[in-house]
């Protein structure tokens, strides 16, 4: 390309990524997947090493990050908080190595020791630790200047507001990934949706659009997790190694990853990537590659940094999970709550591994602004286990026979009118006793997190519906014998189990009888709040917002909600129905654990917030073996302090390593 050419284009891509950086750092917002903002990123970057007479101070090349927001108090980093050199290829990672051997004069043959770690999909913060006390704590911003989200990141479970151990030092600053777990991601993006909120485009957007709340019981509610990965300024101690920073972070009680290892060479690096690549789908949290460091403290220093990254670290990204296929029909569903969510009927593909058929499409804005249509040849990405996604239309596949799908002008389930709320992105149904609305609150009721009907799922709901035999919750509790027996194919023996079922759900937690109730904005976690602060239905129904309000972590919007639905008269008589006919929930004592069904964990030390025999407990009701040994069989083992020559044969066999902290975001994740 030539000078002028090559001018024009930087200057197209600079505006271009600065747009983008700021819909996906100061906004939450971004309109590119990852994988194309960095094919952009990469050609400025290929650009400008090719005419490096263009290159100025200001290019978001040499910058990292974007604007702190205006909102919150600002913070400026003692040392700055850098980015990371991107690897995509083997020979990416070969040619960093050989760059940082070439910078340290090592001699021939000689390699050097890293420490490979994974990349957490979240974002970067950085807690100050004054005498072993949390006293400031920050988002990474541009790099200089952060935002100080103290009060936030201090709702944060696994961050200690005191570290542990004798003598703390004058001084620790240490950075890390705030981050949430996959389950809670989903659980957050489908109660967005219910809500008519735009879902977060990936993990890594919700952690960032929950810690950059002004209101910390909304970050509260949102069950964030950090790990420890880099030192800031340190004073009253000392540190050769990144290896040896982790082990004395772990010591003081930060949350540190379990699965960081040194490995030799471009092969180690290798090896641990590989081994990342295939580990990536089992672990309770989205990971978007790994990070590889010198280890040794000495060297990173004389490697030293450049304007955006230091040159002893670079993050070797995994290849994006997409697929090319064609949407073979848009339908559209009616959720709980009456909203009404477009969702795609792919010609099926294989996505790494797994066969995807349905993609959800969010809302009608969003597929404007995709400019989706029925019979369009689209890219899907699939991040963790979340429903895949829509992430572009190959406009040059059209024929002309696309057609965009409308907003229905009526419910397409009960035809009743169709709005669209201001300040929602949502459509949603208004009619009252739309069937579509009932039918998903009934199935929410029986489902495994609520009542936990066993086996009366969506198929013999609908039955039950289209007989006429029920018309709200209560009525699922005057069912009889003869109901079931009026279904095609059923029979006296599965016609029991499903009473049977009915029968054993009277006596459930009351958490579970509040979350199954279906109230707007009342999801498990804060039932359980709910379940333990008022102890009974009756109490619930009879709190004022002003107590409710009372409760940490129940903000207004919530409040109100619970209100209304109480005294909604309806309402009112469909629980003294149920309560009449035998529904009595119980209070429940402290629960550990979650569903772990089929799966073995094994524990090599002490867990942090459940005492020993607690999760003992838990794991033999589970089929697991705690404290056991390790063998192929075992899926999980838990490390602790303790842990040594277990690891190593876990690792061997090849069996996934959990830290006591992923391990504790599992359970809140299966919860
Ligand atoms: N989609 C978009 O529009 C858009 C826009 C801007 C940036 N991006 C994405 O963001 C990337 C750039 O963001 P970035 O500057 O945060 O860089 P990065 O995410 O590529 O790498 C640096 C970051 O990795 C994180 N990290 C996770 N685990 C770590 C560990 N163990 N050790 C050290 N760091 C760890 C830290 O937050 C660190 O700041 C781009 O490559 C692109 O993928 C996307
Ligand atoms: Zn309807």
Known sequence: ??????????????????????LYYVLDRPELTDAEYDALYRELLKLEE??????TPDSPSRRVGGAPLEKFKQVTHRIPMLSLENAFTDGDIAEFDARVKRALALPAGEEIAYVCEPKLDGLAVELVYEYGTLTVGSTRGDGVVGENVTQNLKTVKSIPLRLEGENPPELLEVRGEVFLPLAAFQRLNAQREEEGEPPFANPR????????????????RRPLTMFCYAPGEIRGADFGSQGEFLSALRQRGLPVTSLAR???????????????????????????????????????????????????????????????????????????????TPTANLRPVEVSGVTV?????????????????????????????VIPAVVKVLTEKRSGSERFLPIPAACPECGSEVVKIPDEVAVRCMGLSCPAQIRESIIHFASRNAMDMEGLGEKYIEQLLRLGLVGNVADLYTLTRDDFMKFDRMGEKLAENLLNAIEASKKRELSRFIFALGIRHVGEHTAKLLATAFGSIDNLARATEAELLSIREIGPQVAQSITTFFHNEGNRETIRRMVEAGVEPTVEEKKVGGKFTGKTFVFTGTLIRFSRSEAQKMVESEGGHAAGSVSKKTDYVVAGDEAGSKLDKARQLGVTVLAEDEFLQMLEGEQ
């Open 357 to 385: 058929s349905r993609a959800t499409l969010h809302n009608w804005e969003e597929m404007e602004r995709k400019d989706i249509r029925i019979g369009d040849t689209v890219v899907i990405e699939r991040a963790g286990d």
């Open 205 to 220: 957007n919700a952690a960032a659009g929950s810690l950059r709340q002004l209101d910390s019981r909304i970050t509260a």
């Open 262 to 340: 040194q490995v030799t060479g471009v092969a180690g690096v290798l090896a641990y990537y590989r081994e990342m690549t295939e580990k990536r789908d089992t672990l309770p949290y989205e990971i978007d590659g790994v990070v590889v460091k010198v280890d040794s403290f000495p060297l990173q220093r004389e490697l030293g940094e450049k304007s955006r990254s230091p040159r002893w670290a670079v993050a070797v990204k995994f290849p994006p999970r997409q697929a090319v296929t064609v949407i073979e029909d848009i339908v559209p569903s009616v959720g709980r709550t009456g909203v009404i």
């Open 50 to 55: 090719e005419h490096p007479e263009l290159v």
């Open 1 to 22: 390309m030539d000078r002028n050419a090559a001018e024009r284009r930087i200057a197209e891509l600079r505006a271009e990524i600065r747009r983008h950086d700021h």
